[in-house]
């Protein structure tokens, strides 16, 4: 199954998840808090980006990818209100310098779920003044990266974090102003997006910016009826579809409001999907939608974490196609320590990809989440994402089998019978079906 020779093949990674120390961060102040992350896990030095992201640089360049998303820690850039770290700019410009020397295009992300204490203490998403600080620090980025920089996101993952942040309790602050508070910073998002967006076209015309949208398949249990199946296609509204329509119109749709917000119609070039898994909604009062449990037989990988459902990958493509814009998919993984299920998992997320591609869907490429451990927020280290395993007691890395995978995808171009064969036989008679051993009948 081969892939276009412009496909952007990638990795993803997020700033306060592998670079260490982030002592400004809000999630920093989080950590120590006791009961916040599991098992009283510690990001630390996480994956030592600060130091020495170099180093796995150098291996995603001998997986053969082309391209890596990352983002930037605005604490680490503003570490005080308008006192903006030069040093911390130049670490930056390294990196991105470091990833084009390598023949990796940088994939650049300003607000990935960390903010600086300081702007938590003045309110941020809560407060009007949030849009002329995140304006001035997407300015400064843009001055002093921007030449390094052809794609960028804006935003990762928004409805992500604002459940997470006003409802569920897994990150921070720990204040917690619920739905309303919810409410008014859906609003503030998106005028952060297209202020943000505004600065970066206008310095830069050609560079594509665009958001990450966690996208999962919404669904009711099976043989649920109507009222179950009319509550999952609310759940998708809301979560799926109420941010990407505020961007396409410009407008805040109910029940987040009805205003327009200036400047925000049409503000993106391409829409980033961050695709893991399906969940089965549940009816019910308050804010608990979805089933923990799984229907018997679903395969579920590590800690409970969710459903591996391939074909879901190929649904939201084609749910994002009405938006007429080219399509990356930013994120897409599975927690897996022991490597058992994601080779298969990879092959098999591909093959949607490349099925999306046959029918001519503008899929322009894949960022695996992701290239190696890092600290998985409220979940600290008990779940490993990466195609490289981490200690990070000792900083010793090693290449997950799906790493040498990735390998032989990058640099062919393309998924193969052979590699089914080699990393995941049980997915020959599913994907090469005409190549499978023929099964043995009689006696
Ligand atoms: C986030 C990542 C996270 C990943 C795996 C995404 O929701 O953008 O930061 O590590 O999922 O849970």
């Known amino acids: 199954m081969l892939f276009p020779p412009d496909f952007r093949w990638g990795t993803a990674t997020a700033a306060f998840q592998v670079e260490g120390n982030n002592t400004n961060s809000d999630w920093w102040a989080w950590e120590t808090q006791p009961g916040t992350i599991l098992n009283g896990h510690r990001s630390g030095l996480a994956s030592n980006w600060w130091a020495n992201a170099e180093a796995d640089l150098d291996a995603a360049a001998e997986m053969g990818t082309n391209a890596h998303r990352l983002s930037l820690e605005w604490s680490r850039i503003e570490p005080e209100p308008s006192v903006f770290d030069e ?8 990196i991105l310098q470091g990833m084009v020397d390598r023949g990796i295009e940088p994939m650049v992300t300003l607000h990935h779920f960390s903010n600086p204490l300081w702007l938590v203490e003045k309110g941020d998403f809560n407060s009007e003044i949030v849009l002329d600080y995140f304006g001035r620090y997407v300015g400064k980025v843009v001055d002093r990266l921007g030449d390094l920089v052809s794609k960028w996101i804006t935003i990762n993952e928004p409805m992500v974090y604002l459940f997470m942040r006003y409802l569920d309790g897994t990150f921070p602050p720990p204040q917690r102003p619920g739905w309303y508070g919810l409410r008014e910073a859906f609003g503030r998002l998106l005028a952060c997006h297209a202020r943000a967006y505004h600065i970066i076209k206008e310095a830069y015309p050609a560079a594509e910016v665009g958001i990450a949208k966690n996208m999962p398949i919404f669904e009711a249990k099976p043989g649920s009826g109507i009222v179950g199946r009319w509550w999952a296609g609310r759940i ?3 979560f799926n579809r109420a941010w990407m329509g505020a961007m396409v119109n410009g407008r805040l749709p109910p029940p987040f409001g009805r205003s327009t917000i200036p400047h925000l119609a049409n503000s993106f070039d391409f829409v ?6 399906r969940f089965y909604t549940k009816l019910g009062l308050g804010f608990d939608w979805i089933e923990r449990e799984w229907p018997a037989g679903t395969v579920v990988s590590d800690g409970n974490y969710g459903e591996i459902y391939p074909y879901g990958l190929y649904r939201v493509i084609k749910s994002a196609l009405p938006y007429n814009k080219p399509i990356y998919i930013t994120e897409n993984g599975l927690p897996d320590a022991a490597d058992k299920l994601r080779p298969a998992f990879i092959l098999d997320h ?9 029918f001519c869907f503008p899929v322009m490429g894949y960022y695996h989440w992701s290239l190696v451990d890092n600290f998985e927020w409220d979940r600290g280290w008990t779940q490993r994402f990466g195609l490289i395993s981490l200690d990070p007691d000792t900083q010793a890395r090693t290449w997950r089998p799906s790493a040498h995978l990735y390998k032989e995808i990058c640099h062919s171009y393309s998924i193969s019978s052979d590699m089914a064969a080699t990393y995941a036989p049980e997915m020959l008679p599913v994907m090469f079906p005409g190549e499978a051993p023929a099964p043995v009948h009689g006696w």
């Open 236 to 238: 998708d509204w809301l």
């Open 350 to 358: 591909l093959r949607q990809v490349w099925q999306a591609i046959c």
């Open 272 to 277: 980033g999907i961050n695709y893991y898994t």
């Open 87 to 94: 040093a911390a700019l130049e670490r930056y410009r390294a």
